[in-house]
């Protein structure tokens, strides 16, 4: 041992020898424990197989093999083991915790997309990420709750798109056609990912429980601006708020499921909406007067 040779090997080369031989032969075959190895591995950010790959493998099926991602930084690209003992370790590569977490939402998501979510576990995550599986629970609590705080990142983005949309328009009609063409393309583009969490019972109860009080708080806040608007009946605005959103996420769940164009349902969708709204304004107009109502129109 103490006669060997540094062993030099860039991060490629490392990846390349984990992921064509058990961890613990490599392992050997540089002098170290496959602990050891392992720790070089996660530090460095190169994946490598996780427990049961090479028994799949031998039965014909092995798991996808995850891409080396970048380097944690420019110096890393290249490592020397060596049996002499370092005198002193080079000071450790942290990223910022909140670009550690997205990084893993973004590893996590791109796996579920792929396999859905029972193709996410924690290890696969873990071997993904370049990470050890203690690591990404230090971040996450459970697999459960990684991928509700996807969801929660997939319908956040979603409404921001939504809103900064609506905010071009003129006038009420204009908001809400752009609003709601906005919704059902980012579900066309996002659709996938949300309903596939969707899938998993306990991700969708546990969605359910923390989105409703915030879905139950913007229903109101657009009956109070229907009210507002056009003189209506709370519980009339509230209704017609309801029906019409409802009639939106229906549509791209169809989208979601490709059981439906986006165009087709963008076009289905605003005929109905639209026309609930003029209803709506009508039958205030029917109350106030028609010229008036023609006018606001």
Not at 52 to 72: E, H, I, N, T
Not at 196 to 215: A, F, H, M, N, Y
Not at 259 to 284: F, P, Q, W, Y
Request: aromatic letters at 4%.
């Amino acid at each position: 041992m103490a006669s060997r040779r540094p062993i030099a090997l860039s991060r490629k080369e490392l990846y390349e020898r984990v992921w064509s031989q058990p961890l613990s032969i490599v392992a050997k075959e540089v002098g170290l424990s496959g602990n050891a190895l392992a720790k070089i591995c996660n530090r460095l950010l190169v994946p490598y197989p996780p427990r049961g790959y090479w028994l799949r493998a031998g039965a014909g099926r092995p798991s996808r093999r995850p891409p080396l991602p970048a380097a944690p930084e420019a110096g890393a690209r290249q490592l020397t083991i060596s049996a002499k003992r370092a005198s002193s370790r080079r000071a450790r590569t942290r990223l910022d915790p909140a670009v550690r977490r997205e990084q893993l939402l973004d590893v996590a998501a791109d796996i579920i997309r792929k396999g859905g979510v029972h193709a996410a576990s924690m290890k696969q995550i873990a071997a993904a990420a370049g990470m050890s599986e203690t690591q990404v629970y230090n971040y996450f609590g459970s697999r459960e709750k990684l991928c509700v705080d996807i969801a929660h990142r997939e319908f956040a983005r979603i409404e921001q798109a939504r809103l900064a949309e609506a905010r071009q328009g003129t006038d009420h009609y204009s908001q809400i056609t752009l609003a709601t063409r906005t919704y059902l393309r980012q579900i066309g583009e996002r659709g996938g990912l949300l309903y596939t969490l969707l899938s998993s019972p306990d991700v969708r109860g546990t969605l359910i429980k923390e989105r409703r009080p915030q879905q139950v708080a913007g229903a109101q806040s657009h009956a109070a601006r229907l009210v507002k608007l056009y003189g209506v009946s709370p519980e009339l605005a509230l209704a017609c708020t309801i029906v019409l959103t409802r009639l939106c996420v229906r549509a791209g769940k169809l989208i979601a499921d490709k059981k439906i164009g986006l165009d087709a349902a963008e076009n289905l969708c605003l005929s109905i909406v639209l026309r609930g709204s003029r209803t709506l304004m009508l039958g205030r107009g029917q109350r106030l007067g028609g010229a008036q109502s023609l006018e606001a129109a």
